[in-house]
């Protein structure tokens, strides 16, 4: 499974545009990037997915460059409910039957 | 819009007691997973279950069991409760096939406290 590496933490104000990166550079050739938002005593919430280049939905958008070895999360004006962990996971469920691993996540805090 | 529910939001149990959580989800998903999650540690997988009566280790399945006898429905059981299993713990599904990492759905978590 490819390893991805992101911050522990970041703050941010309100109103500006979050990029959360994340590194997986032994991505594999059928690997997928996905994220996940997880707010406090909620499980995690599935909020974009892609392959290359960019993908974007009424959430957020997904920046993967053309080696795909790293991907950003953007978070257009955050707002303080925009406060949760976020997580980076890369892998393939149609090859074989492995889950993805989720890791630690970015904890993003939006201040006022 | 698909829902995993999990029996219960807070759990409390002794020592040594044999523990079930259940896990319940509507949209026919063939694929559920139990993970715990602890500070600090993000999220652990337990075990997961590709079809009925089918399971597969996660990373830390050491004193835990599940049970799939039904395609909705994923038990995770503590075979004796151990203080080091105080944690919460979350559920999810997800469908089988297609291009890409299908999203898993998850519960609100059980938080367990064993005294």
């Known amino acids: 499974l490819a390893k991805t590496t992101q911050p522990i933490s970041m703050d941010s104000y309100e109103g500006q545009e979050v990029n959360i990166t994340c590194s997986h550079n032994?991505?594999?050739?059928?690997?997928?990037i996905t994220w996940y938002q997880q707010f406090p005593s909620q499980g995690p919430r599935f909020i974009i997915q892609?392959?290359?280049t960019k993908v974007t939905n009424e959430v957020a958008s997904l920046f993967i460059p053309a080696d795909r070895k790293s991907s950003t999360l953007s978070l257009p004006r955050v707002s303080l409910s925009d406060t949760a962990v976020y997580y980076c996971?890369?892998?393939?469920?149609?090859?074989?039957?492995?889950?993805?691993?989720f890791g630690k996540g970015t904890r993003l805090s939006v201040i006022a | 819009d698909v829902k995993v529910t999990q029996s219960s939001r807070y759990l409390v149990k002794r020592t040594g007691e044999k523990v079930f959580l259940e896990c319940v989800q509507d949209?026919?998903?063939?694929?559920m997973f139990w993970y715990r999650q602890d500070p600090g540690l993000g999220l652990r997988l337990i075990y997961f279950?590709?079809?009925?009566?089918?399971?597969e280790k996660g990373d830390i399945p050491e004193g835990y069991s599940v049970s799939r006898e039904k395609k909705e429905r994923f038990s995770l059981i503590l075979e004796s409760a151990s203080t080091n299993q105080t944690s919460m713990y979350l559920c999810?599904?997800?469908?089988?096939?297609?291009?890409?990492?299908?999203?898993?759905?998850f519960g609100d978590g059980t938080r367990l406290s064993i005294l």
């Open positions: 999810a599904s997800t469908i089988s096939g297609g291009q890409g990492n299908q999203p898993q759905h």
């Open positions: 032994n991505i594999a050739t059928n690997d997928y």
């Open positions: 892609g392959y290359k």
């Open positions: 996971l890369v892998g393939d469920s149609v090859s074989g039957n492995t889950p993805l691993v």
């Open positions: 949209m026919d998903h063939e694929n």
């Open positions: 279950s590709y079809d009925v009566k089918m399971k």
